[in-house]
């Protein structure tokens, strides 16, 4: 049995030698088939043929080298490019973000001077009914025919007339206060201490014509006494993109809905205050693209695609804080801005 394997062994020993053997001779043949086959291609019969060749060969690299060092210059000059460019488009987006407060100022300015001028008409159809009626009760007290009746029915006109000039008194005075006070704001970055509910209450006085035109109410469940040392420029800017966002985009012009601002203390330091209305919702597609530079659903309605970007860059950077948004189409967004009480101070610039 020994001998047996030892003599299978053997041979399968010469075999695989020849198969090797005949390996290399079928390889060696196949490089010398396709070496002729190359050198007849080439047409080398002579030196002459070979010097040619080598001078085609040098030219080549001399133009690679050339076509080189042309595309590192072109690269550099497109890096160079580059650079200025996106120096440029910091410039842009710096004077975008000095910009835009006062285009949501200006942008609310013709209807709130609208809604100041009815308090201002009422007041001066007001005092004009009372200077009449004034001037009516010297001529009769001059006649020397004043009654009783007649001066209580005078009292009673001049109160009526008082209270109303009283009342529009008080709503131009709401209206200018706070367009004064979010006008101040917007104007500047000056961190101070200020209560969230009369932030809240200020924007929503200077949204008012916007929202009158519409179907939907605004709610506020605001926690009493949450006091911040922030800044509320930026803060106002924020809640009037995300108010003007759901005006425009989550209810149709005839649609009735709410929206809902809460706002609530976290812990000590951490205030959350929730934009959230019942309307359409966005899609997922949609909000893969939300917060995108100039990416609007709305154009035709006047959307710039810049509100919720801008927004954004005011939560997460002056503010110090972070923007969080859930929506469900059918069903409605929920924005949610996670606040520190006290923001971060921001660099004093040189």
């Known amino acids: 049995m020994k001998t047996s394997n030892r003599t299978k062994s053997r ?43 080598n001078a085609q060969i040098f030219d080549l690299e001399s133009k690679l080298r050339d076509t080189r060092r042309a595309l590192k210059k072109e690269i550099t000059n497109l890096a160079r490019e580059l650079g200025a460019s996106d120096s440029e488009l910091a410039r842009l987006n710096a004077e975008q973000l000095r910009l835009r407060p006062m285009a949501l100022l200006s942008s609310m300015v013709p209807a709130l001077a609208h809604d100041l ?26 006649s020397g025919e004043l009654r009783k009746s007649y001066l209580n029915e005078f009292i009673d006109d001049l109160d009526s007339g008082l209270t109303i000039l009283c009342a529009t008194a008080e709503r131009a005075a709401e209206i200018s206060g706070a367009l004064k006070h979010v006008a101040i704001d917007y104007a500047s970055m000056r961190r101070r201490t200020f209560e969230m509910s009369t932030l809240v209450g200020d924007v929503l006085t200077t949204l008012h014509p916007s929202v009158r035109k519409t179907k939907v109410s605004i709610t506020t469940h605001i926690d009493n006494d949450i006091e911040m040392i922030s800044y509320p420029g930026p803060l106002e800017q924020v809640l009037t993109n995300l108010i003007q966002n759901a005006l425009l985009h989550a209810f149709t012009p005839d649609s009735t809905g709410i929206i809902d601002l809460t706002a609530s203390v976290e812990g000590d330091s951490v205030v959350l205050l929730r934009v959230s209305d019942n309307g359409s919702g966005i899609s997922d597609a949609v909000q893969k693209k939300l917060f995108t530079p100039f990416f609007t659903t709305r154009p035709d309605a006047g959307g710039s695609g810049v509100g919720l970007n801008y927004a954004r860059q005011l939560v997460e950077g002056t503010l110090g804080g972070a923007l969080e948004l859930v929506s469900t189409l059918g069903v409605g967004t929920v924005i949610t801005l996670s606040l520190p009480r006290v923001a971060p101070e921001q660099p004093v610039a040189a």
């Open 11 to 53: 041979a399968r020993s010469s075999k695989a030698e020849q198969f090797t053997t005949e390996s290399w001779r079928s390889v060696e043949e196949l490089l010398k088939n396709s070496l002729t086959r190359s050198l007849d291609a080439l047409n080398l019969s002579r030196k002459a043929d070979v010097d040619r060749l």
């Open 117 to 142: 001028n009815t308090p201002i008409g009422n007041a001066n159809l007001v005092s004009s009914s009372l200077r009449e009626l004034v001037a009516e009760f010297r001529t009769v007290v001059e």
